[in-house]
């Protein structure tokens, strides 16, 4: 059956089968993921998290089995420092992803593996093996669901995260064969995430990374415990394929052709997962990079655009929300991230905090930049274009066009991007990542991030102390 494979796969996996890319690519992964999350935990998702925690156990978050809440002092019980991490990661739209499996990964997996880690006080070695146990895992089974899972309303983060979250507590946790398999079992029957809550304007979305943190966790616990979970959770005719990927009259199990995916168990090249640069949703990216080309050519001139098309594929044309009504909105909206990027020419979490501050999310404002931009969206028009819709999934392309008026060259100015920067044809150098988090966390003292260098070497309790100063 699928998931004892996966489950062999994850409890025979020993950090030496690594290779040197996976170990630099997830390093890289890990510091993207504190600098986002030490930013993270201060957005108001992750302070309602931790106070609602904090409330159920009534004030006392000083329990046996200790785990740190990142960018903060406090420590608290496993599931409830995963759950919260796992917000904060989310938070902003700045975590790390795979293009394919159309999934988030580290925001997911790093929490689980912290918390685990940290309490237990592993190597660092071991933290290694369930991060990249969570990524094989993550991507493999983002990959077989996608993209009909995506397209029936699932959020793959909220859903396949949960089976990932298990599989990356199972491997820290030490489980046998038959423990995992019961472990994913129960994980398979938790799995949820949908994605009117991205698109709703809600905190639901974090939320999803976090209860996928909090159930992968709880299901390797009952699992190691005794506890049961269903081994055809996966393929069976009541299942995750069955019921969450495809229509239950079309599902054929043989159409998913999960023995020759078992065949990649253990070969995915963890160097293809992406990682952001702007705080938006990651179809939303391209568009900023094509916008931020053409503002290198008009310079401040932006009053003078007399109309934006942006033709792109259908996924990303759907996030044309014209009216953002809060912060989570403007992250899922295309028209919004396009002219910003066409009148300020920096999309940082600073300045689209500051942009709100002066009222981009008000009827009214008095700041020039900001009624340049609700401008632009006023006159700005959102195509799917057929012949960029067939490069999707593989490429996520998008065609922005410009009409300046007569008084400023009165001419049309249009460039594509076809990847957007972060993914692995387009990367990302060690260096940008950094200085993304300096921008999030100025204050930080950036020499800490050297421990990451050598995890191997460490301990993580000291790993965690290094990092949370």
Do not use: W
């Amino acid at each position: 059956m699928f998931l004892q494979n996966i489950s062999k796969f994850i409890s025979n996996y020993r950090y030496e089968q690594a290779t040197v890319e996976s170990v630099t690519t997830v390093k890289a992964a890990f510091l993207d993921f504190l600098g986002g999350t030490d930013r993270g935990v201060g957005e108001p998702a992750s302070q309602i998290a931790c106070n609602t925690i904090n409330e159920i156990f009534h004030g006392n978050l000083n329990l046996n089995l200790k785990a740190s809440v990142i960018g903060t002092n406090i420590k608290t019980g496993i599931l409830n420092a995963g759950l919260i991490n796992g917000i904060s990661a989310h938070a902003m739209e700045l975590d790390d992803g795979h293009r394919g499996a159309q999934i988030h990964l580290g925001s997911v997996i790093f929490p689980t593996a912290l918390a685990i880690a940290e309490a237990y006080d592993l190597t660092g070695k071991e933290f290694l093996e369930g991060v990249i146990v969570g990524y094989e895992v993550g991507i493999l089974l983002g990959q077989i669901v996608n993209p009909e899972h995506r397209n029936k309303g699932f959020h793959t983060t909220g859903t396949v995260g949960t089976f990932i979250a298990g599989a990356v507590a199972s491997k820290l946790l030490k489980l046998d064969d038959g423990q995992v398999l019961n472990a994913l079992g129960l994980c398979g029957t938790q799995a949820a995430g949908l994605l009117e809550s991205d698109h709703g304007g809600s905190m639901g979305k974090p939320l999803h990374v976090g209860k996928a943190v909090y159930n992968g966790i709880l299901s390797a616990y009952l699992a190691r415990n005794g506890f049961t979970g269903s081994i055809t959770i996966f393929e069976g005719n009541e299942g995750f394929l069955k019921t969450m990927v495809v229509d239950g009259e079309e599902y054929n199990i043989d159409d998913f052709s999960l023995e020759n995916v078992l065949k990649d168990i253990g070969k995915v090249r963890v160097r293809d997962i992406y990682f952001k640069k702007y705080p938006f949703c990651r179809h939303l990216h391209s568009s900023i990079d094509t916008a931020l080309k053409l503002k290198s050519s008009i310079g401040e001139e932006y009053d003078h655009i007399q109309n934006v098309a942006i033709k792109t594929y259908s996924v990303a044309a759907d996030h044309n929300n014209y009216n953002p009504k809060n912060i989570e909105e403007l992250r899922q909206s295309l028209p919004y991230a396009v002219a910003i990027a066409l009148v300020v020419g920096e999309v940082s979490v600073d300045d689209v905090n500051q942009l709100i501050e002066y009222g981009l999310l008000d009827n009214y404002s008095t700041v020039d930049k900001v009624n340049s931009i609700k401008n632009l969206v006023d006159h700005m028009v959102i195509v799917c274009d057929d012949k960029l819709n067939e490069l999707y999934p593989d490429k996520r392309p998008s065609n922005v066009i410009i009409k300046l008026d007569s008084t400023f060259r009165n001419g049309v100015f249009q460039n594509i991007t076809f990847i957007p920067k972060g993914d692995f044809e387009n990367p990302f150098q060690l260096r940008e990542l950094v200085d993304k988090f300096k921008g999030l966390n100025p204050q930080y003292d950036i020499k800490n991030l050297m421990v990451i260098d050598s995890l191997e070497d460490y301990t993580m309790k000291y790993v965690v102390q290094k990092l949370n100063r």
